[in-house]
T-cell receptor, first 114, second 116 residues
Framework: DAGVIQSPRHEVTEMGQEVTLRCKPI?????LFWYRQTMMRGLELLIY????????DSGMPEDRFSAKMPNASFSTLKIQPSEPRDSAVYFC????????????FGPGTRLTVL | DQQVKQNSPSLSVQEGRISILNCDYT??????FLWYKKYPAEGPTFLIS?????DKNEDGRFTVFLNKSAKHLSLHIVPSQPGDSAVYFC???????????????FGKGTKLSVKP
């Protein structure tokens, strides 16, 4: 398996623009997680899905953030409108089970909002 | 308020010596702990884990120790190698992944540099 795939790897956009980050989890994994990494807050869980259903989105910072998982092999994280403080590295991870199982992370998307 | 704390942002160790990375937590409900390693421009990768029913778990050069009474865990790398240079994240969960609890809470990471 190719592992968790994220695209794009880098995104530079201007404040106010819509940003869409994409993730393809490892085939057969039932859980998908979106994380954000910043210097100030470290690695934070934004939302996670189980069998394509959002289970906990309490980490999503604001209504400007939304995530979807239309099928088992694809998820998006959208920011609209984007702001400079959204600049961070966004990771997607997937796991077969939950805590008892290892989470496999993608390479991340480095987002810069000017 | 951070529930998982890695108070040392960086650590430098000589090759062949022991590296000790520390992690403290505040939530007594945490019962499962993990260490992830992250190289630049890559996602974190799982390294080793420990359940709260144990106080030690070993995997090759890596050993994790858990002191529940002190709410402290540590990762020992012996002997350290230059390839171990990376950022190490401690993570914890209470295992109740069905609701608002049970999320994997990460520390901010410790950057380990192993010098040849």
């Amino acid at each position: 398996d190719a592992g968790v795939i994220q695209s794009p790897r880098h995104e530079v956009t201007e404040m106010g623009q819509e940003v869409t980050l994409r993730c393809k989890p490892i085939s057969g994994h039932d859980y998908l997680f979106w994380y954000r990494q910043t210097m100030m807050r470290g690695l934070e869980l934004l939302i996670y899905f189980n069998n394509n259903v959002p289970i906990d989105d309490s980490g999503m910072p604001e209504d400007r953030f939304s995530a979807k998982m239309p099928n088992a092999s694809f998820s998006t994280l959208k920011i609209q409108p984007s702001e400079p403080r959204d600049s961070a590295v966004y990771f997607c991870a997937s796991s077969f089970n939950t805590v008892a199982d290892t989470q496999y992370f993608g390479p991340g998307t480095r987002l810069t909002v000017l | 308020d951070q529930q998982v704390k890695q108070n040392s942002p960086s650590l430098s160790v000589q090759e062949g010596r022991i590296s000790i990375l520390n992690c403290d937590y505040t939530n007594s409900m945490f019962d499962y702990f993990l260490w992830y390693k992250k190289y630049p421009a890559e996602g974190p990768t799982f390294l080793i884990s420990i359940s709260s029913i144990k106080d030690k778990n070993e995997d090759g050069r890596f050993t994790v120790f858990l002191n529940k009474s002190a709410k402290h865990l540590s990762l020992h790398i012996v002997p350290s190698q230059p390839g171990d240079s990376a950022v190490y994240f401690c993570a914890a969960s209470d295992g109740n992944y069905g609701g608002s609890q049970g999320n994997l809470i990460f520390g901010k990471g410790t950057k380990l540099s192993v010098k040849p």
